[in-house]
Every structure is written in C-alpha cells, then in structure tokens.
C-alpha cells in the first residue's frame, strides 16, 4: 500500500506597487573652450598689454593680417631685453583645461652682405604663467638660428593649480652677433591662451514611476539625475530639488537623495548607495534645498531622489521633479555647474487610491494525508477549504505566486504534468478553469480590475508526485498580490 503524504499550504496576501520599467536617456551640454587673453593679435596695437623694456610694436609684421610685438637691435654684440606682460581679467580655476598657442619668430644675421651666416649670439624666448608672483609655468627658447613664423601649441592644464587671477608673461633677451652690421630680432603674434573651466554637466535618466497613493513613506520617484565633470573631480556639497507638480508643499516631505557612480543607473535605489544629506527636506514655494557631500568626477554619478506623500494628497494630483537651475541649484566647491536650464525627470507621478487586500477565511489549506499520483482540490465537492479574498482599497489586479513546495529539505518541481518528485499545482477563482503554477515565486494572473468591497475565491488543486524523496510534510506558502490597475 501507497505510504501517504502529509500536505499543508499557507495562504498569505501582501499589498504591492506597480513596477514601471524605466529606460536610459542621458544628455550632456558641452563647454567651449574660450580664449582669456584680450587683443592677443595686437590688432591695431597693444590695447589689454603692458610693454616695457625694449619691446616694441610692429605693426608690418604680423603673422596674419595685424602687428606683433616683440624687440629689434642693430650692431656689433649689442643686446636688447623686453617684457610684454596681461594681466588676464578672468579667474582661472584650477583643474582647468588650458591650452596655449602661439607663433613667434626669429632674426639673426650677423652680416647682411653675406648669406648663409644668419646667426645670432643670444635669442631668447620666455612664455610664462605667473600667479602671487610665482612663475607656474615657463616655455623657453634659445635657438640662435633664424626662423619664419612657428606654430607652439603646449597643454599646460597640469600647471595652473591654483584658481584666481593669473598674468602673462613674454620675457625677450636678444644678442647680435659680433659684426658691425648684425642685427637680430625676436617676435610674437596671434596668442591663445584657451579655458576651458571644470565643469559639471547634470542631466536625467529613465522616467518617473506612473502612480503613488497618498500617505506613502520612502516613495523612490523614479530615474535619476546625473552628472559628470569634464576634468578632474570636485565635491558638490548643496543641491535643490523643485516639484513643479500640483500636490501641495505640506503633502510631499522628507526629501532623501542617494547617489552611487554607474556607467548605467539602476531602475531602483541601489543597496549600496550613498545617502546625500543626513537632515530630510522639506518643501517650500516647490523647492527643497538639501546639503551633504557627493565627490563628482569624470565618471557619471547617479542621483536617486526619494520623497514622503502625505496623507491629505489627493487623488489626480502631480509630482514632477526637477532641477530648475542646475548652473546656481547645483553647488560645487570648484569650477562650474550647467546647464542654466531646468533638467528634469521625465514623467509624472500621479496620487492614486491606496490598494489593499485582506484574506476574509482562516488563510490556512490543508490537503491532509494524499496518496502518491493522486488529485485533490479545495472546491466543495472535495475537500471543501475555499480561501476568500476581500479588496478593501480599489479597484485591484490581483495575481498569485507560490513559494517553493518543500519539506525543509526536499522539494517538488512545478511542472504541468506531476512525476517523480514533481507535483502539479493550481489555481482557480470559480473551480472550473484553472492555472497551473510552473515556476516558484512568479506572479500568474488570479484576476483584473476587482471592484472595492468586491471579493474573490480562491481554489487549490494539487495533483502529487508518482514518487517521492521523502514522506515527511510538504509545504509551501502562496501569496495573493494586489497592484494597481
């Protein structure tokens, strides 16, 4: 005789939200670089200069269609020093991207009436950055041979490591050579001194979740912002968040940003993220300003904004999140923040009803003592446990899943038809048509759009193994999910 299995399942209802998939949809601005230097042609002269020494304004010769400034001396070893120094109006901030660009040219000749001797005994040039007084950068020059116009281009992002007011500095030291009639010069034009400043580009990723009820803690809103600097990293220590939806300032609080760097940002707050500022914000006039310590650099930073919906919300009204004004919303201890322009979440969240369920019946099954390769069922023609759902906030979809069906230390597969170790189990809300469960802890559709107050049955049908592992009690726990229409 067949030895009988001991069966039991549990009946359990939990209330859940509605999952909206989320997609990536990053942005960026783009900061141009910006010549610093002003008149660096010395277009119609030396305006925005300061010459001194022996340098001096030449205004036919020019590498484009201007003068050049620069320093000229005829004769046996005479020598000529000038300086051409600006003071640059704009602050430049350190970990700028800075490129300089000039061309400068030389004359030697130590005796005019015979070619091939153009030399010189000294022709040198200095490029320097100086800042306080200390020079942070030199580019030099000593060739003694002559030359046409030459193209310099040198990145010297590494050298300005200070943000404030830097000058420019051309320092000019030129020798003739040893013959009554040398001459040598030395000369530069169209200088470029280009900044780009650090910059944080903030941008949005993915949607805001479609729908919340009123009186929800912890609401995750959906996406995220981002940002990214285009050099080095700096730390932003203040962000403001607006709403610009309808709910009132006193139905949404305790503003929480979590950031965590990704390459991609998650569709929820990951477990890992950092949480922004330690003191939740509130709203006022739409907007919270919040405080805190979030290191951005050159790679992308994802922002996840979580919010409290009050209790007086109501129905149909809007949350939209954003960042107004990232260039002054957005504080970072160096460089800049873009654009000036709002950036925000795309979606809204609408305040819905509240869906909750309730198990009206004693929410326990028990199939009792079975037999192997038998079927039983809880309709009233068998064994007569019909569990009873009551939707007490809707309307609601609701679905099932059920968990594992084990002993502790064996399990039955799911499956569509039962075999060794392998049950048949299903479900049904009028006993007659049923679905069959195939995989554990998977949602399957029990039915859609029930009315508040409106209730539903729920059917078991277990069909058991043709043999067994084990004869000790099996048991799993099914879970009716409601969700939001």
Known sequence: ???????????????????????????????????????????????????????NYYSLLYEDSAGSVGVNVLGRKQTVTGTIQQTISTSIVAGSAVDLSFYHRRHCDKDP??????????????????????????????????????????????????????????????KSDNDADAAASANLDNINLDVIPPNITTSTTGTQ?????????????????????????????????????TIADTDISGLILYYKQEATCSTSIPGDATQFNATP???????????????????????????DIGSGASVDETV?????????????SAGTVSPATAVAISETTTIVVAVSISITSDGV???GTQDLNTTADTTSGDLNDIETVSVDSGPVDLDVRSSTFTDGGNTWTYASTNGANQIKFEFSKDGSAWTTILLADT???????????????????????????????????????????
């Not at 939209?320 to 970072?332: C, D, F, G, K, W």
């Not at 859609?448 to 099996?474: E, K």
């Open 365 to 367: 099954v028990s199939f």
């Open 320 to 332: 939209l999140i954003q960042i107004t004004n990232p260039s002054t919303q957005v504080t970072a």
């Open 113 to 174: 009436d015979k070619p091939g001797d153009e030399t010189c005994e000294d022709n040198e040039i200095y490029v320097r950055m100086i800042y306080s007084g200390s020079t942070y950068y030199e580019w030099y020059d000593a060739s003694t041979v002559g030359n046409d116009w030459t193209y310099e281009s040198v990145d010297i992002s590494s050298y300005i490591t200070s943000t404030g007011t830097y000058t420019f500095e051309i320092y000019l030291n030129v």
């Open 1 to 55: 005789m067949t030895k009988p299995i001991v069966l039991k399942i549990i009946i359990l209802s939990i209330l859940l939200s509605c999952v909206v998939v989320l997609t990536n949809d990053l942005g960026s601005t783009s900061v141009y670089a910006a010549n610093v230097l002003s008149n660096p042609s010395f277009t119609g002269g030396t305006t925005g200069w300061t010459l001194s020494g022996d340098a």
């Open 281 to 307: 914000g509130s709203f006022s006039s739409g907007s919270s300003t919040v405080t805190g310590s979030m290191s951005v650099g050159t790679s992308q930073v994802c922002m996840y904004v979580e919010v």
């Open 443 to 485: 949602l399957y559709v029990f039915d859609t759009n029930v009315a508040q107050s409106a209730t539903r049955d729920l059917y078991l049908r277990l069909t058991t193994p043709t043999t067994t592992d084990s004869y000790s009690q099996y048991s799993t726990t099914v879970t009716i999910v409601a969700s939001i229409p």
């Open 209 to 245: 979740i479609s729908t919340v009820s009123a009186d929800t803690a912890d609401f995750y809103v959906g996406g995220a912002f981002t940002f990214v600097r285009n050099t080095g990293s700096t730390t932003v220590t203040s962000i403001t968040i607006s709403e610009t939806g």
